[in-house]
Each structure stands twice: as C-alpha cells, then as structure tokens.
C-alpha cells in the first residue's frame, strides 16, 4: 500500500511557485461554487504518520481557501458529554452541513488503529471495526458527502529524520515529545496495520489517497490537486434526478404479521388501571436505579395515524422523571437537519447516561412515509435497512437500551377515532388533510410496515408490534414490554 | 416576602377532582394553541426550598401537557463543555425556541444564593450577580420570551415535617439524605437571602410567583392556574407592530471620531512583508503559549462592505494552527435562529478554552445594518447597546480575550474595490446589489458606527479603529492590536 510512497517524490521550488498561485485560484473558486449552490457537504479525513505532515496541510488548506466555509476538528480524547454516546455520536455532531468543507484531524480510523497497534485490542476487533467503518462511508457517501481520505505516509528513516529535524530547531523541538519516539519504536508495527486497514478502506466511494510527505512542496501540491479535482468533478457532476414513481412495490406474505394480530384483545378499566399504576412504579424504580445511571433509554414509537401513540407516551412520561427524558416529536426536518445526512437528527438527541429519550415517529419515517409516498427514491429507502441497523447496533453496544413499537389499529377504528377528533375541539389540531389521504394507501403502508419489521428487528434492538384497538390494552402492552427489557437489561 | 405563603394554604380533594381536569384541559388547548402558530417561546424557573415540591410541579405539568413541545432541564455541575464558556453558556444553549415550553430545574438564581447561605460570596458579589440576573431576564422578556417563575415556599416547621414524611415513607426515603437535612439548618440564613433576591428580581416582565408548597393540591392548581393565565393572556395579546420608519438619527458629533482618521497611512511591500512574517510568528507562539490553554481569544471583524474583512482574517488565521481556530461569518439567520433570541446564535459559537473564534460580521449587525436599513424597531437597536455590553462583559470575565475592529475606507477606494470585484471573475460572487445600495446610505452608516464604538467601547472589550484604505497597513494594524491584547492579557 505504501510501497510507491516510500520513495523519493520531490518538487522544486521554481514548479511550486508556478503551481501554487494556480491551484490555490482555482480552489478558492471551487470553494465559492460550492458555497454558493450548496450541493453537498465536502469531508477531508486526515490520517497517517507522525511528522507527515497532516499539520501543516491541514493548516496550508485553511490558508488558500476561504477558513470561512472550512470547519477543521482535531479529535483527541472524548469529553465528558462524547463518552456517555456512542462512540460516532462526536463524528456526527460536527459533520459539515452542504456548501461547507469539514476537516477530520483524527477520525473514527484513530482509536482502532492505535488500539491494534499497542495490543489492545486483537484483529478480530479491529476487523469488525474495519467493517463498520466501510458500512458507516458508505453511508454517508450514499448521502451526498464528497469523502476524500489523505494518508501522510514517511518511510522510517523519512520518519527518523524528521523528527530529528524538528528537535534540532528551537522553533519546532516543542512538537517532538518523548510520546512522539515512543510511536516512532512501533513504526514497523503501526505500518504492517495501518496499511491493511487503509487497503481494506479504499472503496470506490472514498479511496484512501497516500500522499508522501517527506517532500513539503510536493506534498502539499499534490494534496491540494486531488482535492481541487475532487471538488471539481462532483461539482460539474448532475446527480440522477429520481422522477419516476417507485417500482410497485411486491406484496410479500409478511403482511400477515399485521392482519394476524388479534385486534380483539381488552382490557377493562378496572383491571386498566390497576396495572397501570404497578407498571408506573416499575418503570419509576427502574429509571431511578443505581444500574441505569450508567445507561440509557431511547424509545421508538411508530404507528398508523390515530394509532394511539402521543397518549401512550403520556403514559411512560408519567411514570418518569420530567428532569431525566425528552419527548423528541419527528416532523418534517428544519433547513439545518436538511443540510446533513438523513440520521443526523435523530443521532443529536440520543440521550446520555442515566436519560431517557422517547421519539414520536423517528428514522423509520425513511422506509415508511418517505417510501411509500415517494419522497425518496427506491434506492435510497432499500439501503435504509442496513443503515438502520447499523445506528441502531450502535445504540445498543453504547448501553442504551433500545425499544421499537408498532402500534396497529384497524380501518375502522382509525375512521371512528378521526371523526372523534374533529368534533373534539381541543384534538382538531390533529386531523389534516393528509391523514385521510394516507387512509387510502393502507395497503402500501402495510406492506412497508411488515418489511420494516422483517428487517430491522434485531436482538437488541426487537420490535414490539401491539394491538392499540382497544387504548388500555395497547398501553400497558407498551409498559410492560418497557419493564421487562429495562429489567433484563440492567 | 414569603410572609403569606408562611400561612396554611388548603384544596380539599373534591375541589381539587373538579378543578384538575378543566385545568389540565385548559393548559393543553393553550400548549396546542402556543405550538400551532409558534409566535415566542415560553420560559419556566423554579426555584424553592427543598421537599417544597419543585420536582412534583415539574412532573405533573410535563403530565398535564403534551410532553413533546415541553423541555425540562436540570442543572447541576457544569459540564466540561459548560464549565469551559461563561456561567450563561449552559443555559443559552438549551433556551426554549418559539412554540415550546422550556423548564428549568435550577437556573442562574442557583449558583448565587448558595454561595452566598454557605458563606463563600460576600453581599457585594450577591449584588452584583442580582444585578446582572435583572439585566439578563429584561433582555430575554424584551426578546418576546414569556418568562414564568415559580418559587416553592415552606416554613421551617412545614418542611421539618415534609422531610420526616418522606423519610418514613420507604418509596420516597431515597430523596432524603444527609444534605437535605445540612440544607435545612440552614433554613433561617436560606429564606432571608432567597427572600431578598426574590423580592429584588420580581419585576414588571417577570415576577416571582410564590407558591406555598405544603399541600400538594393547593401548590398544583395554583402552578397551573398561574401558568394558564400567563399563557392565555399572552397569546391574546396582539403584539405592536413597528411599521413606522425608524426616526431620523441624530446626527452626532462623534462621527468625527471617523471622518478624523487618516486613511492616508500606508505600508511598502518589503516592510508589509516583513512586519507581516514577524507578527504572524508572535502570534502563533501565544497561541500555543501554556497560559493560554485556560484562555480564549474571540475576535470581531466589522466593516464596511469591501473593507477587507475576509482578507485580513485569512492573515490572521494564517498564523493559527487550524485545529484550534473557527471562523464564523455571519449572514441571514437560519430558521432555527430565527426562533431563538437575538444573541442566541453568537453563545453559541463561543470558543472553549484554547480556541480562537474569529467572527466576519457578529452581534453589532443590530446595531449596524438592521438599525440603518430599519430592519428591527429602535426600541430593539436602542437596547442593544446594553445587552451587547452585557453579553461581552460575560465573555470577559470568562477569561477569553475579546478583540474588536472596524475596519474604515473611503468612499472612493470602496467603488474602486467594487468596480475591481465586478472585473475579477473569482472575486464577482463577493459584490451584490445591496453592496451597491449600501453606498447611497453611508452617512446613515456613519452615524451608526460612531455610536456603536462610543457605547460600547470597553476596558475590557475595547473597539480597535483600523485605516483600511491601504491593505497592507490595515492588516497590520490588525495583528499587531492582537498581539499585543493577547499578550498583556497572558
């Protein structure tokens, strides 16, 4: 991987005053291309060894383009509010928005690499790390995101150089610490893993560019030219434009698992609300024990329109306290939320140790609505699935233990329970036009409905289908579900 | 001040079962009402002696309303993010936007009144910080927040039996330990500092509510009750619209302040060059200096349009490491600005510890652009001034380093630079009909830079006026002012 890096690439002084004025020309006018008709948001992950470079290419980056659009982290050590989340969840809150240029100083290759390379962990971790990261780029490259991925590479006697060099001028020895030496004894080491993993994550999407970096001149030209070309070629690059309606979509027998349902099931008001006070006092314990202050609760509630799902919630926001959960209503997404890859709202208010987080409606909307209406394209909900899963395993290795319910009513109750609303004067808000528009395209949801069910219920993260015919029933169905996987997880 | 809630406060149950559901009912169509046609977001402090039922009040009404538009904060320790920004930061950060509820459990009362019971504040700073409560909730009350603040009273022997209830009770034992009862010996010190600093902050905008805590039926309905008016109340209230064009400015004196600087100051190229290098170094050493890990440097550009402010920032970012610098240009506000108060947008940028914040256009656009082109009411811009003070104030004391410049040109070399923009193919994006009708009202713009830097013009946060006519004299300036604040500040 690193083989025609390891020899000598030189530029000359006389060529990079030739080359920099232009290429930093035509950068800058990308950049404003880009910023005036935001497309698509530009990433730039910067990796490789110490004394490469990264630095100082990172910084030349922000000197000849606009530091206005360019947002660069450096990621060291999680703080307090990043440790308590999954360990993406610091990567997604900064990821640029379209029309800006996010620079990764460190990025999710860090912890697992390191990790590898001092022992802690073995390769079965680090492949499974590997495979999460081709999921997770391949993700957000399906979402839109310009990924380019730089790896400063020296070779070990570029590298023993360098860091001589630095040490040697007063004006650079303070980035030489003895932490710096300590890595350059594991050269070999970090070499022999660094190069599988970038071989194994140099995709079609986003391919890892080797850059070597012995030479500053060459370096840097040659980084900001693969980036100037990048930019260029998607900007002059007119996405596919999806017009045509959805493919039918095929009537698998999974449907059954929603006309099976027995919608008959009751519970009387008597027996109602015994339960439901026990229950509330479970789930009261449960969220004030000393186990869950080390982890959390994300709920998903979905249903059909009128399903029920705004007073079920009620029911669990009453059995907890108002200071530990959030109540995340899931609309149509605000003009920031559109600017940034389809699970980024939902990942920003995951809930952080000993907190709950209940979403009325949330990322299924994609493969529910989104699909069946047509508001995005068949391609784009198909890979939803495995992306789903993906955020969702996520959720459940962090310890937040994870909840789905799919609340079913019938046609007919739906009926009877809209027409209740518009004559109730403080529920009319609820009942629009759409509502019974989606009446009519039952069908279509339900098929969707058993898909999604198929194909996202995982065991730790399982769907929970309940039978809302009758309000009590379906609520302490909810309940006791919430108990039951609250008290097996902690 | 708390003399009448000392008194026994009483609802029977039977008035209570009939009160409870035409409130809940009530409170709920008011939220719906709030949320449906989101015109300013409602704030809710409580505050109040402990087993008073703060945390009670806070479930029941997340129970009574819909959860989903309602946030309840708690706030305890700082945060490392929080702890790293102004006291405010924590608080700024989760402010409700229009159309929801926000609630907050503990708030900036919190923090001062304990320090001043334990002892560890003296009257003085107790003062100081009532002071700046006073400004700080004007200023959110002036932005359109509805701002609603309960104070839960008990008498000392009320709570001495309200903590011996709870301990008996082996549900609720859990919530008594040592510190509540170290808390109440100081119950006589607790209520005569609470009661000075509530009687203090009950203003006109936003009065203490004191709600006697002892019985649970009275302290709900009551709550309610309060919350319900204060909402109604507000949504019927049709709020003045300023259509009036603002009236003429005053031209002042002080805009001799402007007119007397001596746009004639130029730099050569050699010594530019020269000077340039040098500061560029300086300031990278502070930068990185040690004694500035636990500081932070935020720096203002203003100007009028062309005056340079984009170049001059790229030379001072040049200097900076990219890992530890933002850039912020300030435009139009988004949608999810827009529904927060004004200064709401600029908290949220400010630099942690170590980092640098460089603002393109900032908080003074109030007192610039929108007063000049009338875009928000003169009461809104008069005000600002002192709100700005404020917040800047707040930045100061936080131990980050606040650098301001306006850079000035003549009219002349303006349509110069523009005619120049318009020829240069990269530059055109950068020049735009209200560039060209910004010029006709210079002298406006005038007057209105003359008294920004005259009101707001601090020790702490002075206004640095820089003669930007010739470039290379102005980034000079520019960097040299830095340099050396950072440096006295170190």
Known sequence: ????????????????????????????????????????????????????????????????????????????????????????????????????????????????????????????????????????????????????????????????????????????????????????????????????VVRQTSTAGAPWIVVPGADHRYRSITAGRILLEALQARLAHVPEVHTEAPAPLPQLENVKLLRDLDLGKKLGKRRYERRLEKLQGELNLLSRAKRFRHRALAVVFEGSDAAGKGSTIRRVTAALDARFFRVIPIAAPSEEERAHPYLWRFWRHLPPHGRVTLFDRSWYGRVLVERVEGFCAQPDWMRAYSEINDFEDQIAASGTVLSKF??????????????????????????????WRNRERRDAYEAAVADMVDRTSSRSAPWTLVEAEDKNYGRIKVLQTLVDQLDAAL
Not at 106 to 112: K, N, R
Not at 413 to 427: G, M
């Open 406 to 435: 799919w609340l079913q009513i019938s046609p007919e109750e739906q009926l009877r329970r809209f027409k209740e609303r518009e004559d109730i004067a403080h529920k009319r808000f609820k009942i629009t036009a759409d509502d």
């Open 1 to 196: 991987m690193f083989d025609s890096a390891d020899l000598e690439h030189r530029m000359d002084k006389a060529q990079y005053q030739t080359e920099e004025p232009l290429l930093r020309r035509a950068l800058l006018d990308a950049q404003y291309a880009l910023a005036s008709r935001p497309g698509f948001p530009v990433l730039i992950i910067i990796g490789g060894v110490d004394g490469a470079g990264k630095g100082e290419t990172v910084n030349l980056l922000n000197e000849w383009m606009d530091p206005r659009h360019i947002h660069t982290h450096a990621f060291s050590e999680p703080t307090g509010e990043e440790a308590e989340r999954p360990p993406m969840w610091r990567y997604w809150r900064v990821l640029p928005p379209k029309g800006n240029i996010g620079i990764f100083f460190g990025s999710w290759y860090t912890a697992p690499l390191l990790r590898r390379v001092l022992g802690d962990d073995g390769q079965d971790a680090l492949d499974s790390h590997v495979a999460a990261i081709l999921r997770h780029e391949r993700m957000l490259v399906d979402e839109g995101v310009l990924l380019i991925k730089f790896w400063f590479h020296l070779s070990k006697d570029q590298q023993r150089k360098r860091l001589k060099a630095l040490e040697s001028d007063p004006k650079t020895r303070w980035r030489v610490t003895p932490d710096e030496w300590r890595r350059f004894r594991k050269y070999d080491r970090f070499r022999a893993v660094s190069a599988d």
